[in-house]
């Protein structure tokens, strides 16, 4: 068990819909992740978040949008969704000090979405 | 923009010894990442690099050259249990942000035969 609680672990949904994924990051960790993995597709950086900021953005839709909140959990919101959303969506913390140390990111079990 | 490339997959018999290799281009470089991903798991932390050089951890090793912008992962004693994925990160810190980013690979497919 890494630490990282994402909800829910499946969904099912129809074309046009809005989903929100959570994503509650290991205590102690201020950076949240999140990552979109289509089929036998590598992991695609979506967005981060530290202490409740938006820090770096990937390649993103417009019509997803992310936040993290004072509790330090953070919410991945999907809108108009598609065939082509399809995917398993990850959410990683780390402490993200910010130096060379060996921060690595603890990931959740994923999110499973399915557009229909 | 970020660049991350490893083989896609790869094919070796328990008990052997594989080297997956991993070529990156990135400005503000800032670490280097080994995970490991079962079909349909989350990612798994395996190994990190940041300075050249060879780190061992039992089975695995990983090493990194900063100047090649290449690392590779060693996995000795091949078992079964090891057919996976594994995924190359590199953490980045680019100049105009202060802030860092980690972006993966597409990731290599090992699979161990008996």
């Known amino acids: 068990d890494s630490g990282v609680t994402q909800t829910p672990k499946h969904l099912i949904t129809a074309t046009g819909q809005r989903v929100t994924l959570r994503c509650s990051p290991r205590?102690?960790?201020?950076?949240v992740y999140w990552y979109q993995q289509s089929l036998d597709q590598g992991l695609q950086f979506l967005i981060q978040?530290?202490?409740?900021?938006?820090?770096a953005k990937g390649n993103i839709l417009e019509r997803f949008s992310a936040q993290q909140f004072p509790d330090l959990h953070s919410e991945l919101n999907l809108s108009s969704l598609e065939l082509g959303d399809s995917a398993l969506y990850f959410c990683?913390?780390?402490?993200?000090?910010?130096?060379?140390?060996?921060?690595?990111?603890?990931f959740g079990q994923g999110t499973r979405l399915t557009v229909v | 923009g970020q660049n991350i490339d490893q083989p896609t997959e790869m094919t070796a018999t328990e008990g052997a010894i594989v080297q997956i290799n991993c070529t990156y281009q990135?400005?503000?470089?800032?670490?280097l990442f080994w995970y490991q991903q079962h079909a349909g798991e989350a990612p798994t932390f395996l190994s990190y690099?940041?300075?050249?050089g060879l780190e061992e951890k039992g089975r695995f090793s990983s090493f990194l050259s900063r100047s090649k912008g290449y690392s590779y992962l060693l996995l000795k004693e091949l078992q079964m249990k090891d057919s996976a994925s594994y995924l190359c990160?590199?953490?980045?810190?680019?100049?105009?942000?202060?802030?860092?980013?980690?972006?993966f690979g597409t990731g290599t497919r090992l699979l161990v035969s008996p």
């Open positions: 205590s102690g960790d201020l950076s």
């Open positions: 990160a590199v953490r980045s810190r680019p100049w105009n942000t202060g802030f860092q980013k980690l972006v």
């Open positions: 990135t400005s503000g470089f800032n670490g």
């Open positions: 978040y530290y202490n409740g900021e938006e820090r």
């Open positions: 690099n940041v300075l050249d």
């Open positions: 990683a913390s780390s402490v993200s000090t910010g130096g060379t140390l060996n921060t690595e990111a603890f």
